[in-house]
């Protein structure tokens, strides 16, 4: 079994920047989709960002975001340290939630439902004031 461990979250202002990070406890296998999901109260979880597996480079792989995000939030991987990132800039009220990383092992295509992944972190809450 493979736990994925979230750190990065927090309160900032509404126009701040956060770092998350995940690492799962142990290297899970290579070829693996990383992403990023949030759930804010009242709401069903939902998709943020995913990195797909590129095992010609340390990092990278086709990176995929919800319309929401675009252009603010950068999902990145470093495979070296099997961890992935989401950098959130220009961070709104309404990016407030609780957010989870998730790994779905084998497969190149984009996903972006929670049944895709097979592997999900306890979730880091992010709260973005007015």
């Known amino acids: 079994q493979v736990q994925l461990v979230e750190s990065g979250g927090g309160l900032v202002q509404a126009g701040g920047s956060l770092r998350l990070s995940c690492a799962p406890s142990?290297?899970?296998?290579?070829?693996?989709?990383m992403g990023w999901f949030r759930q804010a109260p009242g709401k069903e979880r939902e998709f943020v960002a995913g990195?797909?597996?590129?095992?010609?480079?340390?990092?990278?792989?086709?990176?995929y975001y919800a319309d929401s995000v675009k252009g603010r939030f950068t999902i990145s991987r470093d495979n070296a340290k099997n961890t992935v990132y989401l950098q959130m800039n220009s961070l709104k009220p309404e990016d407030t939630a609780v957010y989870y990383c998730?790994?779905?092992?084998?497969?190149?295509?984009?996903?972006?439902?929670?049944?895709?992944?097979?592997?999900w972190g306890q979730g880091t809450q992010v709260t973005v004031s007015s």
């Open positions: 998730a790994v779905r092992v084998g497969g190149v295509g984009h996903y972006t439902t929670e049944d895709r992944y097979d592997y």
């Open positions: 142990r290297r899970t296998f290579g070829r693996n989709t």
């Open positions: 990195v797909s597996w590129n095992g010609d480079s340390l990092n990278g792989g086709n990176t």
